[in-house]
């Protein structure tokens, strides 16, 4: 059965902080795995990643793939208030459908 | 705004009622999607439509039936609501099924509570 795991679940740091999010999955046939921001709404895209070794960055958060080792982690540097949010993993397999993992629950304190 | 459009945005029902999810996308995709989160699990698939006219079961399917109306129309049916079904519901779209992940577009979501 095709998993994707992410820890931890929850998440509490301070503004300037670093944090390390985890994702580990078990899929057939693996073709991506994706990073998603949810706030209020609909999850937004953050990366997606087909490679493994190289890392994609956007401003202060970045993320990497280890296709061998079966997982991704996204980074945040020098975090803010409005990166409080749940990110999502998914990973899609060759049906096309994307299985998300639980999430992770990421509180920025002033 | 180009995107994928849910209707409506909140809804309570009695058990027992019955009401559709519509969503509609503008960007010719192909695919289309509904998803139901629910606090701390994460999006989980309910049914999906690789393209017009043909419609799949995905992970949590029971309760619920779809129509795939033409291109742009996706709607999610719940026959008879139940208290379980209490959840916030995602409609996407993807250009095509085989690529995947590439191109996924959310809806805004629908929150639906079932008393």
């Known amino acids: 059965e095709d998993k994707v795991v992410q820890s931890p679940l929850s998440l509490v740091v301070h503004e300037g902080d670093t944090v390390t999010l985890n994702c580990s999955y078990e899929v057939t046939n693996f073709r991506s795995l994706l990073w998603y921001k949810q706030e209020k709404k609909a999850p937004t895209f953050l990366f997606m990643l087909t490679s493994s070794g190289i890392e994609k960055k956007s401003g202060r958060l970045s993320s990497i793939l280890d296709k061998k080792e079966l997982f991704s982690i996204l980074n945040i540097t020098a975090t803010q208030t409005g990166d409080s949010a749940i990110y999502l993993c998914?990973?899609?397999?060759?049906?096309?459908?994307?299985?998300f993992g639980k999430g992770t629950k990421l509180s920025v304190k002033p | 705004n180009a995107g994928v459009t849910q209707t409506p945005k909140f809804q309570v029902l009695k058990t027992g009622q019955s009401m559709t999810l519509q969503c509609a996308q503008d960007?010719?995709?192909?695919?289309m999607y509904w998803y139901r989160q629910d606090p701390g699990m994460g999006l989980r698939l309910i049914y999906y439509?690789?393209?017009?006219?043909?419609?799949d079961k995905g992970e949590v399917p029971n309760g619920y039936n779809v129509s795939r109306l033409n291109k742009r129309e996706f709607s999610l049916r719940l026959e008879s609501a139940a208290p379980s079904q209490t959840s916030v519901y995602f409609c996407?779209?993807?250009?095509?099924?085989?690529?995947?992940?590439?191109?996924?577009?959310f809806g805004s979501g629908t929150r639906l509570t079932v008393v």
């Open positions: 996407a779209s993807t250009p095509t099924r085989g690529r995947s992940g590439y191109g996924y577009t």
């Open positions: 960007m010719n995709h192909n695919s």
């Open positions: 439509s690789a393209s017009e006219g043909t419609t």
């Open positions: 998914a990973v899609g397999g060759s049906q096309g459908n994307l299985i």
